[in-house]
Structures are given as structure tokens and as C-alpha cells.
């Protein structure tokens, strides 16, 4: 049995940061870790992967350059799946290089194998060989992040019928492919996949996708989906499933519609990865999709056990979650070390990109905040236009009051970096006479930022 003062259950983002952040503090800390490498999902199985299928596939088809040389324009003719592994596999092993190199240098050490707890202070390893070691330490993270949700009722094969993990097993590019939910997974694989010229449908039972976004934000994303021929079918329930003698699979919906595709991916939700973990041992217990409830210094009920990351729930960002080990491990020794900013940004990796900060215009509506708003397109700018940019724009939300920016929403390229600006001016509670004098670069799509300050503005003075 080996003692540390700092044991780290997963080295997702959220696990990481928690190791490395109590390492500089200068505490003895294990991490462990279920796979035989480290990573956790971000790295093998979700962000990492389907961004990087998505930079793949932008660049073998071509899409990028689409708008110069006409929609027909393909840069590889009959792309195969075995086209768009080279590059995952070249990613995911020089990013776990990486995390190993951060870990090795802060003198953290790793264990592979499953973890559970005996008591409050003691964790056990069950390791790849079989073999079952103890680790006592006085603090704990649990950051063993999550699954995806396979109800029972959905007859998966791992073949036809998968789950979003099982995508980076597909053995051939399927000609149509349904996806059940339309949340950030759903919408990115729909997206990722009809610029690989797959007829997509996409179904929800909710009558609105993404309804955490700004409403004219989704419009613009719901019509380019449909310019590329995805089928949208919302508030659609599915009732049966099953594979035809065709080897196809066919859905009936509630509505009695039928959908037909050579392969459904499951992505309604996901569940916390928390069943191993024997929490009761610990005098934990996770609510029914496996989340851990924490305060706002990331502790539980038990107070030297902290947990971070996508297992104790929204917002679920590999953003967020780094920071969250970070403070989880600053707070387990430093009870005035600071808390999350309240202003982060989303970011959801569609074609084009989606991003936002700050408050949405149903939100402001509904507190009966008075708002003005700004718009610039894209194709407006000089550097749109060099480009061939068709689709983007850039939304931002001013308060009546202050002119205060409340909210900045980017539909479109380059979506997740522009949307650093925005975050910037709201989180220094910058107004929008700051982004009307500012200075941009020249050509750049940053001008819209100018641009929509500008409309606002003169919306405002009206």
C-alpha cells in the first residue's frame, strides 16, 4: 500500500490539470487511468478524434477551397476510411506524447488499471495483468468523465447500430446514415458527414436543436444542414429499430414515418462513468445518469473528495473541464484559490463552425433586459470575400442600458477563435464604443466585430 497526499481518478483535461496543478504545489500524486495509455476520452474517443476527422475530411474533400473552385471541386476522388484514420492515429499518439511528457515532467506517477474505493482514503487498482494494488491519499478527484448512453432499447450492434464512440470503427464510408439526437455530437458528426456526400438525416425528440444557443444562430445552421441535403426530423421520436434482411437498419418513428440508412449512430446523451468506482465505499452516491454533485470549489459531500469534468455535469466542455481539475486541486489545499469565470465560451465544431459567450437574446427576453443588436456577414468583409465565404456571421448583443456587450454569437469559419474577442470585452465588461474604435487587421474576418459594432450603434442612435 503507497500513500500520496493526492490521488487523481482519470486523466481527461479535468484529470491532467488536477495532477499537474497539485504537483507544482508541490504534493506526492498518483494518477490512475483505465486505459493502458493516457488521455481519457477527449483524447481517444471524443474531442480529439471527431475534430480531428473533421480537419480530414475539410481538407481530403476539399470543402474549404469549394467556394473558389465551385461545388464539384474534390482535392481526393473515393475517400476511404482507412484516408481519414492516418491522420487520427498521427494526432492521438503525438497528443498522448505530449500529456506523458506534462506528467513525467511534474513528477507525477500513473497507474493503468481500473480504480475503486475501499474507504474514504483508500482507492484500489485493479490493473490490466489483474494484479490489485492500494493507494491511500488524504485529497481525491474523481474525474473519470463519461460514456455514452446505450438504452435498452436500442438493439446496438456495434456495427450498424452505434454508438458516437463506435464512429472511429466504421470500416467504409456509409452512402446514407441516420443520427438519433441532435445535440452538439449529433449535429457535428450530421455536418462532418454530408461533406463526405452521405445523405444524413437527423432526428430529436425535441422540437428545437442546440436551444442553448441563440435562436437566429441554429436558423443559420438548420438552413446550411439542409443546403447540403441533411434531413432534419424534430420532434421525432424513435419507436422501433432493427436491422432488415437487406442488412440496412430501419426506424419507425413515433409519427409513423420510416427512416431507412445503412447506419444509425446513437447520440442522445451520455452517463456518467462512475459504476466501477464502488462510491458507497467512500459514502458517495451519483444521481441516476451518474453525476457527481460538487460546490463551488468542486468538493462533494465528502469533503476531501473533489470531482471534476464532464462527470459532475453541464457544461461538459473540454475547456471547462481543464479548469475545473485545476481549481478542484487548488481548492483541496487552498480554500480561497478562486472559482470558474462565469464567462466561457462554447464552441461547437459543425461545418461551419458555432460558437458563442455570454447571454442569448431568448435569455435577455425572458429576464426583460433591454438589448440592441449588431449583425455583420462575412461575405461582407474583405477577407470573406477573398475566401468565397457564402455562409458566417457575427452577432452581438449590447445592453440598452450601459452598451454593455451582453452576448456575441459567430456562425462560421474560424467560429471558435474569433469568439475569443468577444469573451475578452465581456468578461472586462467592455462596452460597445470599444469595438467601434478599435483597430482590426486588414483583411481579416475579425472586422466584423467593427462592423457589427457599427450596426448596433447606429440602430441604437436611431
Not at 94 to 109: K, Y
Not at 377 to 385: D, L, N
Request: one cysteine or more.
Amino acid at each position: 500500500m503507497l500513500n500520496f497526499d493526492f490521488i487523481v481518478i482519470g486523466s481527461g483535461p479535468a484529470g491532467q490539470r488536477a495532477a499537474i496543478q497539485a504537483a507544482k504545489l508541490g504534493k506526492s500524486v498518483a494518477l490512475i487511468e483505465n486505459r493502458r495509455v493516457v488521455g481519457g476520452v477527449t483524447v481517444h474517443t471524443g474531442t480529439i478524434p471527431s475534430k480531428t476527422l473533421r480537419e480530414a475530411v475539410l481538407y481530403l474533400t476539399g470543402w474549404t477551397q469549394r467556394g473558389l473552385y465551385g461545388q464539384s471541386y474534390r482535392l481526393k476522388q473515393n475517400l476511404t476510411i482507412d484516408d481519414l484514420m492516418q491522420r487520427l492515429q498521427i494526432t492521438i499518439r503525438n497528443e498522448v506524447s505530449v500529456i506523458e511528457s506534462q506528467l513525467g515532467r511534474n513528477g507525477v506517477t500513473v497507474f493503468h488499471g481500473i480504480a475503486s474505493f475501499t474507504d474514504p482514503h483508500t482507492v484500489q487498482v485493479t490493473g490490466i495483468d489483474g494484479e490489485i494494488s492500494e493507494y491511500v491519499a488524504e485529497k481525491i478527484v474523481i474525474a473519470t468523465g463519461t460514456t455514452p448512453s446505450r438504452p435498452s432499447n436500442i438493439p446496438f450492434d456495434d456495427s450498424a447500430i452505434i454508438d458516437s464512440d463506435g464512429i472511429l470503427n466504421l470500416k467504409k464510408i456509409p452512402k446514407t446514415m441516420a443520427i438519433v439526437g441532435a445535440g452538439v455530437i449529433g449535429v457535428e458528426y450530421a455536418a462532418m458527414f454530408s461533406a463526405l456526400d452521405v445523405k444524413v438525416t437527423l432526428i430529436d425528440g425535441r422540437p428545437q436543436m442546440l436551444d442553448f444557443l441563440d435562436q437566429e444562430i441554429v436558423d443559420e445552421l438548420m438552413h446550411s444542414l439542409r443546403a447540403r441535403q441533411v434531413t432534419l426530423r424534430l420532434g421525432e421520436k424513435v419507436s422501433t429499430m432493427r436491422k432488415t434482411i437487406d442488412n440496412d437498419v430501419e426506424m419507425i418513428m413515433t409519427s409513423g414515418k420510416r427512416v431507412v440508412a445503412d447506419i444509425v449512430m446513437f447520440a442522445a446523451g451520455r452517463q456518467g462513468a462512475t459504476d466501477a468506482l464502488n462510491m458507497e465505499n467512500a459514502g458517495l452516491k451519483a444521481d441516476d445518469r451518474g453525476r457527481i454533485k460538487v460546490d463551488c470549489t468542486y468538493a462533494t459531500e465528502v469533503p476531501h473528495i473533489y470531482a471534476a469534468g464532464d462527470v459532475i455535469g453541464f457544461p461538459s466542455l473540454a475547456s471547462t473541464s481543464m479548469e475545473q481539475g485545476r481549481l478542484a486541486a487548488c481548492h483541496a489545499w487552498d480554500k480561497t484559490a478562486a472559482c470558474v469565470p462565469e464567462h466561457f465560451p462554447f464552441g461547437i465544431y459543425s461545418i461551419p463552425e458555432i460558437s458563442m459567450v455570454g447571454a442569448t437574446e431568448q435569455q435577455l427576453t425572458k429576464d426583460n433586459i433591454p438589448y440592441e443588436v449588431g449583425v455583420a456577414r462575412f461575405r461582407e468583409t474583405a477577407r470573406g470575400q477573398i475566401l468565397r465565404l457564402e455562409e458566417g456571421m457575427l452577432k452581438i448583443i449590447c445592453s440598452l442600458e450601459d452598451r454593455r456587450v451582453l452576448g456575441v454569437h459567430i456562425f462560421g469559419e474560424s467560429a471558435t477563435e474569433l469568439i475569443h474577442i468577444g469573451q475578452a470585452v465581456i468578461s472586462l465588461k467592455g462596452t460597445l464604443d470599444y469595438l467601434v474604435e478599435a483597430v482590426f487587421n486588414y483583411p481579416t474576418l475579425a472586422e466584423t466585430y467593427k462592423i457589427a459594432a457599427l450596426d448596433c450603434w447606429n440602430k441604437m442612435r436611431a
